[in-house]
C-alpha cells in the first residue's frame, strides 16, 4: 500500500505532473521511514517499450529482476532504468 502510494507520485514526477500539497514530502517520508525499499525505478524496455516503475526488488512481467538491472523476458533485452529520487 506504501510502495503503491510513492509508486504513483514517482509517476507523477516524471510526467510533470501537478503533485497535490505535499505528495512529494509524502513519499519520501515514506522511504525515509522504509530504508530498504530503495528508492522506484522507470523501467523501460527500449524495444517493445514497456513502461513500469519498480523498486529494486520487484519482478513485473514483463520485467524480471537480475543483479544491476532488470531484463524484458518478452524480448530477453535488458531494459533501461531510471531511480526516481524525492
Ligand atoms: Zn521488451
Same mark, same amino acid.
Given at each position: 500500500?506504501? @510502495? +503503491?502510494?510513492? @509508486?504513483?507520485?514517482?509517476?507523477?514526477?516524471? @510526467?510533470? +505532473?501537478?503533485?497535490v500539497g505535499d505528495e512529494? =514530502?509524502? /513519499?519520501?517520508?515514506?522511504l525515509q521511514a522504509n530504508p530498504h525499499f530503495g528508492n522506484p525505478h522507470v523501467v523501460r524496455c527500449g524495444w517493445c517499450h =514497456?513502461?513500469?516503475?519498480?523498486?529494486r526488488d520487484e519482478d513485473e512481467k514483463p520485467f524480471k529482476h537480475i543483479p544491476h538491472g532488470?531484463?524484458? +523476458?518478452?524480448?530477453?533485452? @535488458? /531494459?533501461?532504468?531510471?531511480e526516481v529520487k524525492f
Open positions: 500500500m506504501t @510502495r +503503491e502510494a510513492v @509508486r504513483a507520485t514517482a509517476g507523477k514526477v516524471l @510526467r510533470s +505532473e501537478d503533485l512529494k =514530502q509524502a /513519499a519520501a517520508a515514506i =514497456q513502461t513500469k516503475t519498480l523498486f532488470w531484463l524484458c +523476458e518478452t524480448c530477453d533485452l @535488458r /531494459a533501461s532504468s531510471q
